[in-house]
């Protein structure tokens, strides 16, 4: 990765810019994972408009599938006095999942899910009310209670055939 996105995050009042996709030179950091690492067909493709990354592809339940990912393992991203992940998205109306890990090696993610409306929009997520999950299962320990972040990634997984198409400006911490 060329850039080091921690060296580079911008306080900006009380807003912490973990990314903005509209500096390209951090774009090619982002990459694909879909269920073809267990076996599934479902593809997730993404490229950069003007501002902001579109994730689009098509999900299928063939093979035991059901999911794509967008996924980015930033240099950690170690933050203090921040309660909420505000993520500026357009989506297709779908459900989608954002992720963290506190490092990129853990096994399980802090999930939450969001409703897209179809309109631009910045959603609120409480970094607390992220919960930890591995495969699909909700694990039976804390939610999130950290201040570092070393992987962000956003999934469609609603147990359906599907397109999807998620537009993503930019993700901040509040």
């Known amino acids: 990765m060329s850039v080091l ?13 973990v990314f903005d996709f509209s500096n390209i030179e951090q774009v090619d950091a982002w990459s694909i994972t879909d269920d073809g690492v267990m076996g599934g067909i479902s593809q997730g ?5 003007d501002y ?12 035991n599938g059901g999911f794509s990912s967008l996924r980015f ?8 006095n921040k309660s909420k992940a505000l993520i500026t998205v357009k989506g297709d109306g779908k459900n989608y999942q954002f992720r963290i890990k506190e490092r990129k ?8 899910t ?4 179809g309109k631009w929009e910045t959603i609120e997520i409480p970094l607390k009310d992220l919960y930890p999950s591995w495969r699909g ?3 039976q320990q804390p939610n999130y209670a950290g201040n570092r972040i070393e992987e962000i990634t956003f999934l ?11 537009e993503i400006e930019k993700i901040e911490l509040k």
Do not use: C
Request: aromatic share 14%; glycine share 4%.
């Open 114 to 117: 969001f409703s897209t409306s």
């Open 73 to 80: 393992q930033p240099n950690p991203i170690v933050f203090e």
């Open 137 to 139: 299962r909700k694990l």
């Open 156 to 166: 469609i997984a609603n147990k359906t055939e599907e397109s999807f198409k998620l």
């Open 45 to 49: 493709h993404w490229y950069q408009e």
């Open 52 to 63: 902001y990354v579109v994730f689009d592809g098509n999900v299928s339940l063939e093979n």
């Open 5 to 17: 996105l921690a060296m580079s995050a911008i306080l900006s009042g009380v807003l912490l810019m």
């Open 105 to 112: 090696n853990d096994y399980a993610s802090y999930i939450s």
